[in-house]
């Protein structure tokens, strides 16, 4: 991508690049994937989308936690760095010591908890209400952490005791309460602009001792959101994501593994529009002004 740091790490939709021993540079792809799967086509655009969306999210829930990010300008970066190819998709932030779980808050239950659900009674391991609904609301926001799988496995749901064994109590509690913190708060903002938040996903890690939100936050590939004139219990409402791809892909004869089949124009295109209507609708602001 032109840039001239170190590369650490190639992830489906991120590359990561060493700014020094206190600081990253983290630039968003347009790279998709789908069913774990990263396919051949990009989605343009889609990496400044999910950068503008974290870095509005940063700033508007900065009173509650606060978060790696040092600058989204490209001018503020190291000089290896300040390439045009990366501005409006790249972040310059705080190195962080990451937790070994991600700290998922459900408000719906909906995905892998719907699943569980229907075997067992259960979410994460804990009772739940009788009589729910496939993506119906939750009593109240509930923090279900899982683990961090290798790349090509899948995260596992634990519950909260596991959690504790893996980053020790007052860290575990700490999580907890700032996850679904952020996570209320944003779904109220995002409720006032016709969006559910159903569930979301926030990477969390330690800056100097202090508990930080890192790597993306309450965007459509971290995040559930659903039209609130679409939800009905009983249903999979349709998503701000990249959910044309999905019905296109459910639509094959695919066994989900690689290569993927490709894509055709208009499916990319339906996904494009979907991501940037999300980030215009929970911000307010055109997507065409965005740095």
Same mark, same amino acid.
Not at 85 to 101: D, F, Q
Not at 133 to 162: C, M, Q, W, Y
Not at 179 to 188: D, F, N, P, R, V
């Given at each position: 991508? $032109?840039?001239? @740091? ?9 590359? +990561? ?45 900065? *009173? +509650? ?8 300008? +490209?001018?503020?970066?190291? *000089? ?15 190195? #962080? ?13 909906? $995905? ?7 075997? *067992? ?27 961090? #799988?290798?790349?090509? @496995? ?35 903002? #995002?409720?006032?602009?016709?969006? +559910? ?84 609708? @929970? ?9």
């Amino acid at each position: 991508m $032109g840039v001239e @740091l170190p590369h650490l790490y190639r992830g489906k939709v991120r590359d +990561i690049y060493d700014a020094g021993p206190d600081a990253l540079v983290i630039v968003a792809s347009d790279r998709l994937s789908a069913f774990d799967v990263v396919m051949a086509e990009p989605v343009q655009d889609k990496g400044r989308v999910l950068t503008a969306i974290s870095a509005f999210w940063f700033e508007h829930l900065s *009173s +509650i936690a606060p978060n790696h990010l040092i600058s989204t300008d +490209i001018g503020d970066f190291p *000089s290896g760095a300040q390439v045009d190819e990366i501005a409006g998709r790249s972040m310059y932030v705080r190195r #962080a010591e990451m937790l070994p779980i991600e700290c998922i808050v459900r408000g719906h239950i909906t $995905g892998s908890a719907w699943k569980e659900y229907q075997r *067992s009674g259960t979410m994460h391991g804990a009772p739940m209400p009788t009589g729910l609904l496939e993506s119906d609301r939750l009593p109240e926001p509930v923090f279900t952490p899982s683990t961090k #799988a290798a790349d090509g @496995l899948h995260d596992e749901n634990i519950d909260f005791d596991r959690a504790v064994e893996m980053v020790g109590s007052d860290i575990a509690e700490q999580a907890r309460a700032m996850s679904l913190e952020l996570y209320s708060a944003g779904a109220a903002h #995002a409720a006032e602009r016709g969006i +559910i938040v159903a569930d979301t996903k926030f990477e969390l890690g330690l800056v100097d001792g202090e508990l930080v939100v890192a790597d993306e936050m309450l965007t459509p590939d971290s995040s559930r959101f659903w039209p609130a004139d679409a939800w009905k219990p009983g249903t999979t409402p349709p998503s701000f994501d990249k959910q044309p791809v999905r019905d296109f892909l459910d639509g094959l004869d695919w066994d989900k593994t690689p290569p993927p089949p490709a894509l055709p124009t208009d499916v990319i295109d339906a996904a494009r529009a979907r991501y940037v209507e999300g980030y215009e609708r @929970l911000t307010g602001k055109s997507f065409a002004n965005w740095k």
